[in-house]
């Protein structure tokens, strides 16, 4: 392997997590699927780069530029995953909130499915309900 190869890959995986990053902000589900098999694809590719080998053979410049593009990879890669996360966030406090609404209406009406009065409570105790 030539270390133009190693570069291009790198920089494919860097293109691959900066169009990633603009799929999670405009909620593109279709886009995030495809790019996560093109990454998945590459980090096999990567994966099988003996980098520790190979770097001998290159110069101190293209071990810097290698370095520095990790690096930024590193960051896209972070930032990435912050905004994932702040996305599962989002998703669980709308549910929460669909859920408890859910819940309320749940709570308007008896065990016989007729609507209940605001004074009339539906936690009847069975000796209550016997009476």
């Known amino acids: 392997m030539v270390y133009i190869e190693v570069l291009n890959a790198y920089k494919e995986l860097e293109e691959n997590l900066l169009l990633k990053n603009d799929a999670i902000i405009k909620k593109d589900i279709e886009q995030l699927n495809k790019l996560d098999e093109n990454l998945k694809v590459l980090t096999e590719k990567i994966g099988k780069f003996d980098l520790k080998n190979l770097s001998s053979s290159f110069t101190d410049d293209q071990k810097a530029e290698l370095r520095q593009l990790g690096e930024k990879i590193k960051v896209i890669q972070e930032n990435n995953e912050i905004l994932i996360k702040h996305s599962l966030g989002v998703i669980n406090g709308l549910l929460s909130g669909i859920l408890n609404i859910a819940q309320s209406e ?7 499915g007729l609507s209940c009065s605001d004074d009339e409570s539906l936690d ?3 000796i209550m309900e016997e009476a």
């Open 124 to 126: 009847i105790s069975s």
């Open 106 to 112: 749940m709570n308007s009406y008896n065990s016989k």
